[in-house]
């Protein structure tokens, strides 16, 4: 046993790459992995029978009809997947300046949860409570003469618009409006009415981000005048996103999200070290349509750039991620 005389051949104790050499080494050793369980499906509902209508900007998803919504749903659920995310699309002759069509019990939301409450007993599901597609104006709140969101009034709304979702077999109510102290008041009210097993997901870390251009586009819900910057956080801010999640936790929320997620995958990094909770991240629509519209052109692999974007989110400590790839990823890890 004679050591190399060639002194240009390094000695190396520590090689990592051992550990890549094959894909099975490779599996044993991969610290994070993309599961359907960790997906939650947003879909959005709107009036009607027979259609679905698909999305301009979101190619790959569309509008339903409760009717087609419903098969959507006992597909996906068939794929594995645990939970959707219900947004309604509602007609400009529902909407007024306080949003009031949101806790009608007869309205599209109350109604589509029903049926698929019914339909699909097993799938979680999660309604949103914000009044932005209620809205003739477009926010997320009440507004005074000057155009200032008004934040008690709103949380009077917010609650109300959450029991009638409570009501109508909501597994978990999603508020999404960014109002202080909405999330205690939800709880407070969902247990004075005996719902105490209706979860809070809570919107803890919302950014007020250019990335939701689709999702308005969506829902034709885009505010008309101003933005968002009083209520949804500022891109720069970190400390806060901690400060707002501890708050939402000793309000009662049982799940806290940071949405967007990849602009922001430090600040789930973040919460995911400071917090014990379940921990959801927002793949927002302009994440969607990015990695859409660059597949379209032929510039990246779609399912391998869809894969990464998701397993980066889970990685930076995510546990759960909604995403409008839930369906896609799903049937592909099937
Ligand atoms: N309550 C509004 C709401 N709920 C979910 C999204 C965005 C979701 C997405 O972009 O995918 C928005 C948009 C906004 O705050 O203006
Ligand atoms: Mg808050």
Redo the contacts with the bound molecule.
């Keep these: 046993m004679t050591s190399n005389p060639d002194s240009s051949v390094p000695n190396i104790t520590h090689r990592p790459r051992r550990l890549r050499r094959t894909p099975a080494l490779r599996r044993m050793v991969k610290e994070t992995n993309l599961s359907v369980n960790d997906l939650i499906y947003?879909l959005f509902v709107m009036e009607g029978e027979g259609k679905k209508v698909e999305i301009t900007s979101m190619p790959g998803c569309y509008r339903y009809t409760p009717d087609l919504l419903l098969e959507e749903i006992a597909a996906v659920a068939e794929l594995g997947i645990n939970a959707i995310a219900l947004?309604p699309v509602i007609s400009e002759s529902k909407k007024d300046d306080t949003g009031s069509e949101s806790y009608n019990p007869e309205g599209l939301v109350q109604q589509t949860v029903q049926a698929i409450k019914q339909a699909v007993p097993q799938i979680v599901v999660i309604t949103?409570v914000?009044?932005?597609?209620f809205t003739t104006h477009g926010h997320?709140g009440l507004i005074d003469e000057n155009g200032t969101i008004l934040n008690d009034p709103t949380v009077e709304v917010l609650v109300k618009m959450a029991l009638s979702q409570a009501e109508s077999g909501a597994d978990m109510v999603a508020p999404?409006?960014?109002m202080d102290g909405r999330i205690g008041a939800i709880r407070k009210a969902l247990d004075a009415e005996g719902y105490i097993n209706v979860g809070i997901l809570a919107?803890s870390a919302?950014y007020?981000?250019a990335?939701?251009?689709?999702?308005?586009d969506?829902?034709d819900?885009?505010?008309k005048f101003g933005d968002?910057k009083t209520y949804?956080m500022d891109a720069g801010n970190a400390r806060e996103a901690i400060k707002e999640t501890f708050l939402d936790i000793a309000e009662g929320a049982d799940i806290v999200m940071v949405?967007?997620a990849l602009a922001y995958l430090d600040i789930i990094h973040q919460i995911r070290s400071e917090t014990n909770l379940p921990v959801a991240a927002?793949?927002?629509?302009?994440?969607?349509a990015m990695i859409k519209a660059a597949a379209q052109q032929g510039w990246i692999d779609e399912k391998q750039v869809m894969l990464e974007t998701l397993l980066s989110i889970k990685r930076a400590g995510a546990d759960l991620i909604?995403t409008?790839f839930a369906k896609e990823v799903a049937m592909i890890l099937g």
């Design positions: 947003p947004f949103d914000a009044l932005d597609p997320d999404s409006d960014m919107y919302k007020a981000s990335y939701y251009g689709p999702f308005r969506a829902l819900s885009a505010p968002k949804q949405k967007p927002y793949n927002v629509s302009g994440e969607y909604l409008y």
